[in-house]
């Protein structure tokens, strides 16, 4: 038929991008994958261009459309699976290194001790985490059908994979498909009904959908699927819903509460030398009693002062002089520090050393919350006794214990407090006390994103904080070393906020809590709902392809059965 074509001056139509990107092989096959999720990252904070996440999740499409194709056609057989965990392996790699690049820059902080694990940390753990999104795929080409239903096995494929990223060995839901839809406040807004795991299986849905606009059938007829109507259905819906729920709903605050939130802007190499303690404090002291537009009597009349996480490189409640400068700058407020607490010890016996938020009345320490999530390899070391045995120490000095939570802060003068250090507040449903005798009223936050310099990273911390927010319905108190400190209403809105590498303060009000959101009250079922809705239809798209393969097995039956008596019947 080439021939015939070439003779008669025909040429065949080029093929269309889905189409090559199926048949791709090889490194081209890989290269489509790294660079589609390499582009999705631009849909994260800072950059925030929404669309950006069209291109991993539609060629996620394409790719696993391509490994069905791979030889053998059974649903089970190993060579298609282990393609299409191939293809997720490379786009997921390109989507964490391209979001997660920053993380390198925590390893130059003290390039003397840990300028080798700078590819470790840029490469190695995308390499890890990419193998999530390698079970997604293999997961999801098991529910493959021809149409629009293989949207739904991405969506439990991947789904389920991001729901494991955030919970084994600890987790981390860090950039976070569903992200992609955080960055707008009508579409985040969905958050406060289905959380973070429910928002991934529904930006999974909308932004593979597309792949379905042009399928290509048996016959090559081009087809619009109904699951891409459904898909622009629920984005409208979401933004509509989003936009009446903010309209409805004003920032409401809480009377007799006067915030300053202190930003020090503090280089990391100095903030760990306890040689500087003294100049650390009074550089505090000094800037936390800094006139300013908003208050120009400086603390006079400020209820509560909020410092940043590890804010002293000493234990302060072993400092008496540092708590009676602190008393007497508060003229009778409250400070909410983070802060090295220790517990027990004595006798040569080393104590418990935690990482946690301290508050302050007069010179006596009258609430603490303790770090429970630590950070892996920065406050304490998986496999510690092998690593240390390679020469391998975490980043932060000291060892640090794990704190039992959550649990509610009591500070005095403030409704009950959900505190949160550092990344903590990326763990959707697990920021609250569910069986408290009262629901908290706000968030306090306070975290140190100067490991990571002027990069990405400290954005993208404080988009999943601001989620949080949202979910629970509840207002967030923020305050960074190095920024971005903010305080954020109920719904998510940033009222005032710090930029990035600046120093400096926010007086400001707290926001009133919201009513307690669906998620707030039930987002347990969310995501396990949500997964079960894609699977049923991803398996009704499975129970339909596989009666259609009957129907046509059974009509290329009979037809060869016409064709046997064809000759019978012409000789009679």
């Known amino acids: 038929m080439a021939q015939i074509a070439e003779i008669a001056g025909a040429r065949a139509p080029a093929a269309s991008l889905p189409q090559r990107i199926v048949e791709a092989r090889g490194w081209t096959r890989r290269a489509i994958a790294f660079g589609a999720g390499a582009a999705g990252a631009l849909a994260l904070a800072p950059f925030d261009v929404i669309p950006a996440m069209f291109a991993p999740l539609t060629v996620a499409v394409w790719l696993i459309d391509g490994a069905a194709q791979r030889g053998d056609s059974r649903r089970f057989a190993l060579a298609p699976i282990l393609s299409a965990a191939g293809a997720g392996w490379w786009l997921g790699f390109g989507y964490f290194v391209a979001g997660l690049w920053w993380m390198g820059a925590a390893m130059l902080v003290e390039a003397d001790q840990f300028a080798w694990a700078l590819p470790l940390a840029v490469f190695g753990l995308p390499a890890v985490l990419a193998l999530f999104t390698a079970a997604g795929f293999a997961a999801a080409r098991l529910m493959w059908s021809p149409g629009g239903a293989r949207i739904f096995a991405l969506a439990v494929g991947l789904g389920g994979a991001e729901w494991l990223r955030g919970h084994l060995f600890t987790g981390f839901p860090w950039n976070d498909f569903g992200m992609a839809l955080a960055g707008s406040g009508p579409l985040a807004q969905t958050a406060s009904l289905v959380g973070l795991y429910g928002l991934d299986i529904l930006a999974i849905v909308i932004f593979a959908a ?76 000094a800037l936390s009693e800094r006139p300013t537009s908003e208050r120009p009597t400086g603390l006079a009349g400020v209820t509560h002062l909020v410092w940043p996480e590890s804010a002293f490189p000493y234990i302060l409640s072993n400092h008496p002089e540092a708590l009676t400068a602190i008393a007497h700058a508060l003229k009778g407020g409250v400070l909410l520090t983070g802060a090295a607490r220790a517990e027990g010890g004595g006798d040569g016996r080393r104590g418990r050393i935690f990482n946690s938020i301290e508050a302050l009345k007069g010179e006596a320490i009258v609430g603490f919350y303790d770090k429970m999530h630590l950070v892996p390899f920065g406050e304490y070391l998986p496999l510690d006794e092998a690593l240390r045995l390679l020469g391998i120490h975490h980043l932060v000095p000291g060892v640090w214990d794990r704190g039992a939570g959550p649990r509610l802060l009591a500070a005095p003068g403030l409704p009950a407090v959900a505190p949160l250090i550092c990344y903590e507040a990326i763990f959707s449903g697990e920021t609250v006390q569910r069986d408290a005798a009262e629901r908290p009223q706000l968030f306090l936050n306070v975290t140190n994103d100067g490991w990571f310099g002027h990069t990405t990273g400290p954005y993208q911390h404080l988009a999943q904080a601001r989620l949080r927010a949202i979910e629970e319905g509840l207002p967030m108190i923020r305050v960074a070393n190095t920024g971005v400190s903010a305080i954020i209403d109920a719904y998510g809105r940033i009222l005032q906020s710090l930029p990035l590498g600046q120093e400096g303060l926010i007086d400001g009000r707290l926001p009133r809590a919201a009513a307690p959101t669906l998620f707030a009250a039930s987002g347990a079922l969310a995501f396990p709902v949500l997964l079960g809705v894609a699977a049923a239809l991803a398996l009704i798209g499975v129970a339909r392809h596989s009666a259609g393969l009957r129907a046509s097995a059974e009509r290329a039956r009979k037809a060869d059965g016409r064709l046997e008596r064809a000759p019978h019947d012409a000789s009679n």
Not at 234 to 243: K, N
């Open 210 to 285: 597309p792949a379905t606009l042009v399928d290509r059938a048996r016959c090559g007829a081009r087809r619009i699927n109904g699951a891409l109507l459904a898909a622009a259905a629920l984005a409208l819906l979401m933004l509509a819903y989003g936009a009446f729920w903010l309209g409805a709903h004003e920032t409401e605050y809480v009377d007799g509460v006067a915030l300053r939130l202190m930003q020090p802007n503090l280089p990391q190499d100095a903030k760990f030398r306890p040689e500087n303690g003294a100049n650390i404090l009074r550089r505090y002291l």
